[in-house]
């Protein structure tokens, strides 16, 4: 079929047979619970669809339902998902494993619909996986993907599929659509240990005292460590079935004996292939690593290809005021403990749906090259901002 | 006793009746009961609100490892039959 | 045995960490006397979500899921969605959030599920202000009425503002019922919790909740206090059922000061200041009675 990432999301939570679906509408994430809403009134979906007055409210409704057992599913956007940023973490807080999708688009003021990863960003802490998608064929795949990972006893951590606003949301591309009984043998039902059932005079979610509170900390922190080797199983046994895969953590494109690779997040990525094929095909080495799981982070699948290059160039789609860009600091971080270790350097772009072209990214690499070489007169530079030299066009 | 993390569930859930907390601790005026004067209204019983009056043939026994010594049963009893005595020696 | 008045089986186990003489305690001990064992609770951040002790300590023999302040009307829209779409039958889902969870911060959510006609009971403990974190005004704490964000002896002295009107608001939303209930009137209580449980849809039901500490005032008085707020018509006593209203309770029609002298956070009033107290509730009064009267 052919489709726009925004169905691609409702196809996705329909073939995962979500039970309980809570949403409120949001630029540009509306046809992925038009598409839902459709989908239960028809019956073609047997669940309910709860169409709440917030978003705060779509996930407090979520985190309830699935406590009570039900696969929960919601998606929204921008201030949406910053509205909901309590109850994400309660969410993970309470080991539910919630599959959301946010279409990431930039923050106001001044308002944007458009995309960059600022709100996604933002909840880097909330104790959510987080999945950034490259094409809208990836959102479908990694919302069932996602929803067996984190249903996983050793994981029981909720997760976000990241899809770009409009680039991916509404820009039609063919997708498959697998056949609900192949989705079924890959995904059984959700059968969590615990949940609130009538008869178990049980409190969930009590107050805990200082002399205990820690451990429960421990045991998330250890669900999202035990998460990194099981989206991996996850997606080997995802491609023995559908014959497809998405690059794990981490994706690596071209970056055999590359000199200096782009490490970037999102929709830019497949343009980044066709920069990197191009000027592959005049003899430079450059290559793309493609963060696909932000949480939990690849720092050690980036440290294998860091030791092995001169450079990355990190670039990031949001901006951490007073710091720098989140990827950026994460891969450095991860450099941190080789002997030999490349130059870094963060390049800010695309913020507000500003077009990253063929040609920025071609500039960002020809000046990582020069960087790797000479060192970077600056650590972090914004990219394409009137008023500054125009270098990268 | 500080459960270490893998004894503990993924995340707090309460199951153990809260008997386990002696309320009666906070105590600093205990109900006395003159049960000759009881009318058995169950008045005392009915306004508990700690549930810590339980009810034998219509007289009141109160539970002093729970009562927190609010008052309301004395102050309700139209028999007067529950006086408010200060505790002394814990 | 002699037979009590209201159902001798308790849902609710000594040993709650409320204060001593809490409302707020006999508010749950009497809902669940009316709603049984098949019952399925969410609390927001209130008292009562210390109340049942520190894990793994259980007040209750119903389960119960703890939520964010302003999210009780959302997590029993979703506890319900989630037992219907299980087909899990003869579950009476309920809300439990006290004035600030209710009239402030959780009136969003709580319209939003009223509105979806949501099947579940919302119950709202009022003890007319924000007790748990130390007795700040609420949108339901009353005119007149000393709180630590409306100190006595200042400029603006005591809360100036009168009480929401909660009552109204939910009829406002055209639920099939919504009932007032006392502490001081179990029987009452037990009855329209009973009736609240036995009708679908969204029902209301608001508790006025008195709370020693933050009225200043004896603990043993609490049932006392809530006695002469229904006498005093300061807290009458009805329900809304199908938008007709019917007061349950006339009450002795004591003067509001029988009512106000009974707590410290009154004590500053002067005279005048009763005064205008006892005309605001005569009014409201007259304003109830002719609603039962014109059956709206």
Redesign the interface.
Known sequence: MVMTGNYASAYGAKLSRAEVIAAYPITPQTSIVEKLAEFVSSGELRAKFIPVESEHSAMAACVAAQTAGARTYTATSSHGLTLMHEVLMWASGARLPIVITNVSRAMAPPWSVWVDHMDSIAQRDTGWLQFFCQSDQEVLDTIIMAYKACESRSVMLPAMVIEDAFILSHTSEPVDVPDQELVDSFLPAYAPELKIEVGKAMGFGSLVKPDQYMEFRYKAMQGMEDARERILSVEKEFKHIFGREHGGLLERYRCDDAEVVLVAAGSVASTAKDVVDAMRAKGVRVGLARIRAFRPFPHQELRALGSKVDGLAVLDRSYTFGAAGAMFTEVKASMYSLQRKPAVKNYIAGLGGRDITPRTLEKILEDMLVVSKRGAEDEVEWVDVAGLPRRWR | M????KE????????????????GL??VVRPVVDLSKCK???LC???C????IE?A??EPHI?L??C?????C???CPAKCIV?VKEVGR | MTKTTIPYEEFAYPGSTGCPGCGANLVMRYLLKALGERTILSIPACCWAVMPGYWPSHCLKVPLLYTAFEATGAAISGLRAALDVKGVEDVTVVGFAGDGGTVDIGLQAMSGAAERRTDVIYVMYDNEAYMNTGIQRSGSTPWGAWTTTTPVGTNHGFKHESKKDIMSIMQAHGIPYAATVSVAHPEDFVKKAAKAKSIKGFRFIHAMSPCPPGWRMNPMHTVEVARLAVDTHMFPLYEIEHGKVRITRKGKGLPVSEYLKAQGRFSHLTAPEVSAIQKAVDESWKLLLAKEASGT
């Open positions: 500080t459960k270490g993390h503990l569930p993924l995340t707090p859930v309460s199951d153990t009746p809260s008997t386990i907390n002696l309320t906070w105590r058995k209204c169950t019983w009915k306004f609100p700690d549930a810590a009810l043939e219509g539970d490892q729970y927190k010594g609010c008052g309301i004395s102050f309700e408010m």
